[in-house]
């Protein structure tokens, strides 16, 4: 019945990552750890399916990624991804999970407020910073995509090119990230078989369903439904601790 339920997560969190460019693992990661998975469990099949579903969005929105955006998310999120691992092995999961709910919630109303004004100036080097949160928050929660999203929605980034931004993004980080949990110990290998396997049909679907609507949304709608996701993805996270 886990596995069931879990399917059933894993596609509606597949279907609004592919409608927002992101909200896979925030919806994924709190729905996950409230029917019961252990957090390496969920980090470890969250972080893979993930991987899997944004290399066709990469392919398919090639042409609206900005090269120099993504190269600061990634080179910011290396050294941020090796700390993450080393306090998932080290930390109690429910003060990783409250700390990282907290952080998310109050990172978006912040942001809630700013939807109205005109896009700030671009901040130098806030790229890099926001990787190195987003690599800390994805191998102790596969949050991996909160703090590149919030820098996406303060600076307005069109929808396009807001998902094949976040996209590229997370088929690099979530790859060094497998990487770093295997070489940690911390790879759960019961999530990778037979979860991964029979969840990855399900979130292929509800990827592609997603990147369907998620073009076609208003610009205002769109970052307030962004919003709105970690928000309320941040709140579960919390919950759950």
């Known amino acids: 019945m886990d596995l069931i339920a879990g399917a059933l997560s894993i596609f509606l969190a597949a279907f609004l990552g592919g409608a927002t460019g992101f909200g896979f693992a925030l919806v994924a990661t709190p729905l996950l750890l409230l029917i019961g998975f252990p957090l390496p469990f969920v980090v470890t099949v969250n972080l893979s399916l993930a991987l899997i579903t944004r290399v066709a969005v990469v392919v398919r929105f090639y042409e609206d990624i900005s090269p120099r955006r993504v190269a600061g998310l990634i080179a910011g999120a290396v050294p941020g991804l090796w700390v993450g691992a080393q306090v998932l092995v080290g930390v109690d999961e429910s003060a990783i999970k409250l700390g990282a709910g907290i952080v998310v919630m109050a990172a978006a109303l912040l942001l809630l407020r700013s939807l109205t004004a005109p896009p700030p100036r671009p901040v130098p080097g806030a790229p890099v910073a926001a990787g190195f949160a987003g690599g800390f928050l994805g191998t102790t929660t ?56 029979l969840w990855l049909p399900g979130s292929l679907v509800g990827n592609w369903l997603g990147t369907v609507v998620g073009p076609r949304l208003p610009e205002q709608s769109f970052h307030r439904l962004t919003l709105f996701i970690v928000l309320v993805a941040g709140a579960m996270t919390a919950l759950t601790a």
């Open 142 to 197: 596969s949050l991996n995509g909160v703090a590149p999203v919030l820098l996406l929605a303060r600076d307005k980034a069109a929808p396009r090119s807001f998902i094949a931004d976040l996209a590229l993004y997370f088929v690099a980080t979530n790859a060094l990230a497998l990487l770093l949990l295997l070489a940690e110990g911390a790879l759960s290998r019961a999530a990778l078989y037979p979860a991964f396997l």
